[in-house]
């Protein structure tokens, strides 16, 4: 069965620390993993996607195949990171669903 | 920036009464999409829809729900009877026709209440 873990449901860090949004996911074949983010009152939009490999707002992830883990880290966390964060999964097939886990509540504090 | 948007923002109804969400996503997007995410829950998928017809649908897509794209810019979610256990955000997607990632945009949200 397809499916998304997000083991946290809130994450309370400090200003200026490290943080690691957990992700793991069951899936067979070779999925898109990617990393939405809702701020307060905003739509879901998307933060991260594992093919591109890029760094935004400071945030990466490393997609790990064989601990079939895609965490979101960001070495030192600010206020403006305060919000929902959800790990997304697609089969890699064109126009499929997104299939979300529950989503990770991060909250940073000065 | 092009945006999907989605009206009404919240929809307050009796249960057992018909709703209908609207959509309007991104203008050369084809692919088009329904989520909800009851309160406290995660965000599930209930259909997709390309090139005038569902392409894929969860166990919740049941017969009460259905989905059209009347014009050439809304795209619709009705639902025909509703029950208290619909209550929940429902977000509309779009998604570029070849574009290589499954990168969907989703729009605000409506907030449906069942009373």
């Known amino acids: 069965a397809q499916r998304v873990t997000q083991p946290e449901k809130l994450l309370s860090v400090f200003k200026g620390a490290p943080v690691e949004l957990k992700c793991n996911y069951s899936?067979?074949?070779?999925?898109?993993l990617f990393w939405y983010v809702q701020y307060s009152r905003q739509r879901l939009q998307l933060l991260l996607r594992?093919?591109s490999r890029e760094s935004i707002k400071g945030f990466t992830a490393d997609l790990n195949k064989g601990e079939t883990s895609f965490h979101l880290k960001k070495p030192f966390a600010q206020e403006e990171d305060s919000a929902m964060y959800y790990c997304?999964?697609?089969?890699?097939?064109?126009?499929?669903?997104?299939?979300f886990g529950k989503g990770t509540t991060l909250s940073v504090s000065s | 920036e092009p945006e999907v948007t989605q009206t009404p923002s919240h929809q307050v109804t009796q249960m057992g009464q018909e709703v209908i969400l609207r959509c309007v996503p991104i203008?050369?997007?084809?692919?088009f999409y329904w989520y909800r995410q009851i309160l406290g829950q995660k965000v599930e998928f209930l259909v997709s829809?390309?090139?005038?017809?569902?392409?894929?649908k969860s166990e919740i897509f049941d017969d009460q729900f259905s989905v059209e794209r009347p014009d050439g810019s809304n795209f619709t979610l009705k639902i025909r009877s509703t029950k208290l256990e619909d209550s929940a955000m429902y977000f509309c997607?779009?998604?570029?026709?070849?574009?290589?990632?499954?990168?969907?945009?989703f729009g605000p949200g409506t907030r449906l209440t069942v009373l």
């Open positions: 997607a779009s998604r570029l026709q070849g574009a290589q990632y499954n990168e969907q945009f």
């Open positions: 899936y067979s074949g070779s999925p898109e």
């Open positions: 594992h093919i």
């Open positions: 997304a999964l697609s089969p890699n097939q064109a126009g499929t669903a997104l299939i």
């Open positions: 203008s050369n997007h084809l692919y």
């Open positions: 829809f390309y090139n005038n017809e569902i392409s894929e």
